[in-house]
């Protein structure tokens, strides 16, 4: 951030008077800019068994697989969030059940919700950040295509609650990705 949203001065990163982290402050009208996590909200939604997933046609990770989800949106309860994204994603309408896993991915300023839910019916198609949209056995879920970490922990702690014939609450916590540190040669 580098103008204040309110005046339009410059702002600086600072500690304010009570705080205890360093914020962006305006430099003329003293307002105080917060920066906060964003919601990604998504569905695991069932069909007979099988888990609809997306092939991503954005960015990023492009190609790969994911649930529905996505941003949730001001003015929205994280269960619309959940229906909305599923719809635009999968153009599919699910029924929500309960909040399954949640998923913490501090070093980009992001929490994951998830919710269990079931089709309404067989219905659904690519939407316009998908390339396409399928069932999949929990057999044929392609691990190695998944584009999300937190995707992955999901569907894992799903399909270990389903085979244990009840399903609980998961919560977890992503690091970052350890760099590479290329050297020449």
């Given at each position: 951030m580098n103008y204040c949203s309110h005046c339009g001065a410059p702002v600086e990163l600072q500690v304010p008077q009570g705080d205890t982290l360093a914020r962006h402050v305006c430099s003329r009208c003293a307002t105080?800019?917060?920066l906060n996590p964003k919601l990604v909200i998504g569905c695991i939604a069932e069909w007979q068994g099988n888990i609809l997933l997306c092939r991503r046609a954005i960015e990023p990770r492009y190609g790969?697989?994911?649930?529905?989800?996505g941003?949730?949106?001001?003015s929205e309860t994280t269960r619309q969030a959940a229906l909305r994204e599923t719809v635009e994603e999968a153009c599919a309408h699910v029924e929500i059940d309960d909040l399954f896993c949640l998923v913490n991915v501090p070093h980009i300023d992001q929490v994951h919700l998830f919710y269990r839910g079931r089709l309404l019916a067989a219905e659904f198609a690519a939407g316009s950040?998908?390339?396409?949209?399928?069932?999949?056995?929990?057999?044929?879920?392609?691990w190695g295509e998944i584009a999300f970490r937190s995707v992955a922990f999901c569907l894992k702690a799903?399909?270990?609650d389903r085979r244990a014939g009840h399903f609980a609450f998961h919560e977890g916590d992503l690091p970052p990705l350890p760099?590479?540190?290329r050297q020449p040669g």
């Open positions: 105080i800019h917060y790969l697989w994911t649930l529905p989800a941003f949730m949106e001001n950040e998908s390339l396409e949209t399928a069932l999949f056995p929990e057999t044929d879920i392609p799903y399909f270990a760099t590479i540190d």
